[in-house]
């Protein structure tokens, strides 16, 4: 399985950014999407993920109410709408898939290259 992030960019605080992650390859086993954040000298931490159909959504306390996961499986493609960015969501957002929705990155078992978000104060 392949993924491929895009979406990322400069934008003031405030403003709107839409991410997206396509898979490809050997995707009937991919039951969980997710994103997650790598800031600035820090380690990578859990967004937001959905299951399959969206049956279930999980999102980070930080990120509850501005940011919106969404998922297209005709197109496996995976969205987040991220509203009200502050400063502090500045970092390398990386999608990721796997077999359950968690928070522990260490459940996913693939990753994209990630997609780099900057939001000025």
């Known amino acids: 399985v392949q993924l491929q992030a895009s979406g990322g960019g400069l934008v003031q605080a405030g403003g709107s950014l839409r991410l997206a992650c396509v898979a490809s390859?050997?995707?009937?086993?991919?039951?969980?999407r997710g994103w997650f954040c790598q800031a600035p000298g820090k380690g990578r931490e859990f967004v937001a993920a959905t299951s399959w159909s969206q049956g279930t959504t999980v999102y980070a306390d930080s990120v509850r109410g501005r940011f919106t996961i969404s998922r297209d499986d005709a197109k496996n493609t995976v969205y987040l709408q991220m509203n009200s960015l502050k400063p502090e969501d500045t970092g390398v957002y990386y999608c990721?898939?796997?077999?359950?929705?968690?928070?522990?990155?260490?459940?996913?078992?693939?990753w994209g290259q990630g997609t780099q978000v900057t939001v000025s104060s």
């Open positions: 990721a898939a796997g077999r359950l929705v968690k928070v522990d990155k260490s459940s996913y078992d693939y």
């Open positions: 390859g050997r995707t009937f086993n991919i039951y969980a």
